[in-house]
């Protein structure tokens, strides 16, 4: 049965009622608007649907939406400041890290979470978390070039 | 599949002249059908007649070109120009180029063109976006279009001002007269009743587009124009379309490909708040205020559903079926003489599997009523082919339907059909309310049509001098694409012979030519063993077409091939491939290592060269041809359907694996750019050399040759 269920969506306070088991990935589109965070698979296979959870990267996807309460999630729209990207979004900006830019979304917030856990992690690391990202468009080469630039950020 | 003879390039203008079949799914949701409807238990049981049998049919990329310069262009009293064209973008770059192609003509920067892409309603049928057609057919197209309104341009201010029009040039998007230092300009051309009348003329044929030494925007690279929207997530794609009142769409599949299904209880889902329950024919779908929703609703379905199963065959006995269906049996080698004079003679089967396009985005619709009229937003590279699709599924004539496509994500050949859009409409129409439909991923695994499998059989024949004599190609079931041979052989045939694939079968990026250059790439490495000869000198041997010949010299080259193909080391392996295909070249040395624990193949080093005549756009052109090899490495490699008893065993990114950052190699990637030479697409062709190389590279190393795809090592 449906229950209420209060969280903070980028910085704003946001209270839904429904299924407790619904993922947070439908939450955030169907009911909050936010369609930025994408859907690949469903299964945690893709990460096309990565948000930040308490400043964590997590697959939306496979996250329930009980499990949210009372916590805070960053979605692609909450990074940039009005006209200011966020430097990782100035990246992949730069380094042409978009083909058909699906798979956009999910990357950025991922290479943020890595950046706010550690300022200079090592490329090799950084590599090993976007390991886990699909890119159908194959735009691996432009994504290290984005990434690098992030780094240097 | 009726036409998968996806001929290389057409020498006219005509996009009807070009086509790629697609097996199509027939929807008939017209008025005049019947369904027995029998009330059973608690609820409606709905008992359908006979089965829809699914038939077959050619798809068709056509449609005529822009008539006038006001279909292709218009010019804002505010000064926004705007160009139309039935082209779409789902991520290889269409839309940066055509901007360029027009900001070009017009002499005005790119951030002064707004494109419009593919919006039935409003642009030209530009045809199918596919088949590399973008460059060399919709670019030159745009080109016309806008040039022509250039030369309006000048021509209005010449007559305005009496000056003659040798003197007047286009810069920054007016004319300046020299003598006055009055100017003309685009918006004024809006504001200008001769003007207006003359923009409806049909573009002239003739007219004259700015030669290659001339550009300015073209040729160099330009950003994607929506690349802001791309990083902020602010760009709708197609599964992110919402519309007041929508409701999410779900169909019911059936447990198996072919299964019929004979009857069903719709009671327990129509009890479902809030959730509309479709049953037409064949087609149960629901509708419901969320994804959430629907999926529940349609578990309910599928628990009281009855099917009647068909008899389906695995991947296992995949090659046996192709074979033994093969349209008109398996035609013999013409060259019999020839075989018997041979000094020796080889004859391989080549083997490549089922494999899917699975673009990030998965099918997704949105599907509108107004009364009889219809619009639905879908991702799609063929939005005139599915405004017939649905025009013929709803019995509408097909200007009560407007496709729009907005920029989508990913099709890779994947995406020529709108059968989510056909489905999301009838949803729609039993709702009274719009209808988005969003395929998961496993029904895009399942559901969406495959890469043909090929079952190539080649024989050819050596003379005393160790060259080739005759040559006999056959694909059986994946199509004619880079079928001929671009080697000099006195006696050859090359031809494709069709077959009843098991599963739905359809494009995809570069169709049937990666099967056919595997086969024959790694055939000629076969022959060139056999006379004990370097590959690249076999192939040199053998080679006329000086375009093919860069390509391959240079890769070689770049490469250093005589040298690490001569120093054998153990586990590791140099192989090389070329061809041809749609109008460009591509050659491609690798080098593979073995690891010796599971016999697992690693690629660690990809040599690419390719030419596409004049380069648009360099860093567009580069990142396509490099996502083309990698996106290859995994049907190379890795990627296959697996099925049994009519049902996909591995629909999931967990049980099929796609290249991720672990997968890609060095890469060395060199265009060679022709400016003398007229532009092709360059998002294709460039997969083709990737699966010979390798396989070729793995006989270096292993000694073994592998005559399948994807390539794999017994462990
Ligand atoms: S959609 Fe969540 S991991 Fe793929
Ligand atoms: S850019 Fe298309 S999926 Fe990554």
Redesign the pocket.
Known sequence: MDTTISFEVNGELKTVTTHPSRPL?DVLREDLGLTGTK???????????TVLLEGKAV????TQIATVENKKVRTIEGLAGGDTLHPVQQAFLDGAGSQCGYCTPGMVMELVAVLNASPNPAEAEVLARLGRHLCRCCNYPNLKRSIRLSLRR | MKNKSDCAMTPDHDPAAWSEGVDAVPFDFGLKRRAFVHLLGTGLMVVFSAPALAQRSGGRGGGASAPSISSRLHFGKDGVITVFTGKVEGGQGARAELTQAAAEELRVEVAAVRLVMADTAQVPNDGITAGSRTTPFTVPAVRQGAAAARELLIEIASRQWTTDRDQLKVQAGAVKDPVSGRSFSYRDLAANDIAVRLLSQPVNAGVQVTPVADWKILGKSTPRPNRRDLVTGAHRFPSDLVRPGMLYGKVLRPPAFGATLTGIDLAPARAMKGVVVVADGQFVGVAAPTVFQARAAIEALAETARWEYVSHPSHQELYGHLEKHAQGGVPANPFPDEISRARKVLREDYHVVYVQHAPLEPRAALAEWEKETLTVSLGTQNPFGCRSELARAFHLAEDKVRVVVPDFGGGFGGKHTGEVGVEAARLARAAGRPVSLRWTRREEFTWAYFRPAALIRIEAGLDETGKLSCWHFLNINSGGAGIETPYQVPHQRSRFVRSQGPLREGSYRALAATANHFARECFMDELAAAVAADPLTFRLAHLQEPRLRAVLETAAQRFGWTDRFARKQPGLGVGLACGTEKGSFVAACVEVAIEPKENRIQVRHICEVFECGAILDPDNTRSQVEGCIIMGLGPALQEEMMFENGEIKNASFQRYRVPRFVDVPELDIHLLNRPDLSPVGAGETPIVAVAPAIANAVFHASGVRVRSMPIRLPA
Do not use: I
């Not at chain 1, 859907?39 to 649907?49: D, K, L, T, V």
């Open positions: 990935l859907y690949g698979c469903g299964e945690g296979q893709c990460r096309a649907c697959a939306a996807c496979v």
